[in-house]
């Protein structure tokens, strides 16, 4: 399944620096911990390594012109987790949606916009109430597990915006990391 409006696309090379944070989070994803802490301690470990110009190569760094897009970087064989990089070209945005797992996210390059919402029943059916906007400037990291992670992101400033993403599924297989995309009515 393609993701709403994200091109994908798969990394064949990746850096030194690169793999060595896989390790690192390969050594944290094989402990088992619950979700929550897992992504906490994998967001510490992806701080150090956001914004060095050793982590990406050129080509993950590229955006497309019309949609956000996705480089799959590395996929787990066992399907525990995987990272990819997002790239945003300015007024690029994702469709509000959650996610099939725990997720981290850390800002490689750029800002991102972020807004989170919460489902509301409404009579017999339901509505989206925007919660919180957040700004992630370069070095931000966010971990969060479901339920409770629905949200949007975009670029909206004048430069590209890249970011590292990790989280507890195979990607590369389920082609998104998407679980649900929202087109109920939102407060704003
Ligand atoms: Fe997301």
Redesign the pocket.
Known sequence: MTPPNAATTTAPRSTARLRALVAEIRETVGRGLPPDPTARLVAEQLVPHLGMPDLLTAEQCEGDPERYRQHVLHAEHDGSFSVVALVWLPGQV?PI?D?VSW?VTGVHEGEEHERRYQLIPHGETARLVATQDVVNPRGAVSAFAPPGDI?L?RNAGTCTATSLHVYGADVSRLGT??RRVYRLPADR
């Open positions: 994702t949606h996610h997720c949200h992101v990391s998407i």
